[in-house]
């Protein structure tokens, strides 16, 4: 990814890299704060709760272990990506104004602000 980007921007991929892995940083650590985090037409990152439950080794059916409660990230597609994976790769072209922050505004956003 880091290189395909390289070369359609003419950036370093030194510098994708670092702007990817920011990015990637910044998404875990809202969600670490229980933040949901939106990439508009993208998708929406959510932390959901799944609750204790209870779970069987299936070698050893007898033995019940109980599955402690905690959080795990859901992701909802949005629906530029939903139409483009359902009708594949050539269906939808791609215009670069649908993911720029300055044609439109909130394009990236969280729940609560850093």
Do not use: C
């Not at 990814?1 to 390289?6: E, G, L, P, T």
């Not at 402690?68 to 994976?85: H, I, S």
Request: charged residues 30%; glycine residues 6%.
């Amino acid at each position: 990814m880091v290189m395909k980007i390289a070369d359609e921007t003419g950036l370093i991929q030194q510098d994708v890299y670092k702007v990817i892995q920011k990015t990637l940083d910044h998404i875990m650590d809202s969600l670490s704060r229980g933040e949901n985090v939106e990439l508009r037409n993208f998708g929406v990152f959510e932390v959901r709760e799944r609750k204790q439950r209870i779970g069987r080794n299936p070698n050893k059916p007898e033995v019940v272990v109980t599955i402690p409660t905690r959080n795990v990230v859901k992701f909802k597609p949005g629906k530029v990506m939903k139409e483009k994976v359902s009708k594949g790769p050539k269906s939808i072209p791609y215009d670069p104004k649908d993911f720029d922050p300055a044609v439109q505004s909130n394009s990236v956003t969280s729940a609560a602000a850093d």
